[in-house]
């Protein structure tokens, strides 16, 4: 085998005079070391490419694991704010042929109110009806339609199904989403509470007339509120339309 030695012997009687075994022994040293250097850097620049290439695999893993998620969650909400919508729709149209059908019965009152004949009937169906309260106005003896009561009982009954489901599905659901959607609950069991009441026992509460400022939250607050939350359910199921 060749040593170092044989080797700068040899280069010696082959270069040109004056060339010194200092000179050769730093070219070899030279040569050597940079290969060495060359070397190192090639194994770390394959080391750190693998590692690179290892944290590129795990951050794709974790995009389609959110992917994935967020389709899950795009896919409850298309099932899910639909479906909130139609009950409030449904909630709408209660509470309107509610208002209407209570202006119905209050027009027929006026019509007949100052009879003897009426009167005797309010006083006799008032004595009966007392205990449950539901279907007479104490106040001016006001008997309400049994459609009236329908009409009410099913808007009570559609609100509070429809805060069951929402509490219910609410997790799945944007917080924008979530805050105006209780907001809106919130604001219908408000009328239709103040409804119940004008029609159960007192029609006014410090001067305000209850089926009138019912009828102004309806206009100027809950229907509004409706709009905002449509535009938003537009937002998510159709974000295209959206820029």
């Known amino acids: 085998m060749l040593n170092l030695e044989t080797v700068l012997q040899f280069l010696k009687y082959q270069l040109p005079v004056g060339v010194t075994y200092i000179s050769i022994a730093y070219a070899i040293f030279h040569f050597f070391g940079t290969r060495f250097i060359e070397n190192?850097?090639?194994?770390k620049l394959v080391s750190a490419k693998a590692e690179l290439d290892e944290k590129i695999e795990i951050e794709k893993a974790r995009l389609n694991r959110m992917t994935a998620q967020e389709l899950k969650l795009k896919e409850k909400q298309y099932t899910i704010l639909p479906k909130i919508l139609n009950q409030f729709n449904n909630i709408f149209y209660l509470i309107s042929e509610l208002i209407n059908s209570i202006?119905?019965?209050?027009q027929n009152f006026e019509d007949y109110k100052y009879s003897q004949e009426h009167y005797d009937e309010i006083s006799?169906?008032?004595e009966i009806r007392i205990i449950p309260g539901r279907g007479v106005n104490f106040e001016?003896?006001?008997i309400y339609s049994d459609?009236?009561?329908e009409y009410l009982d099913s808007?009570?009954?559609?609100?509070?199904k429809l805060r069951i489901y929402f509490l219910k599905k609410s997790i799945f659901l944007p917080t924008d989403q979530k805050t105006k959607i209780e907001g809106l609950i919130s604001c219908l069991s408000l009328i239709t509470n103040d409804i119940y009441v004008y029609t159960s026992f007192l029609k006014s509460v410090s001067g305000q007339n209850?089926?009138?400022?019912?009828?102004?939250k309806l206009k100027n607050e809950a229907q509004p509120n409706m709009s905002e939350i449509?535009?938003?359910?537009?937002?998510i199921i159709f974000p295209e339309s959206h820029g």
């Open 155 to 160: 808007t009570d009954v559609n609100i509070k």
């Open 230 to 235: 449509e535009e938003l359910v537009r937002k």
């Open 210 to 216: 209850l089926l009138s400022a019912a009828q102004n």
């Open 124 to 126: 006799k169906n008032t």
């Open 103 to 106: 202006n119905s019965d209050d």
């Open 147 to 149: 459609k009236t009561i």
């Open 40 to 43: 190192r850097f090639a194994i």
């Open 140 to 142: 001016l003896g006001i």
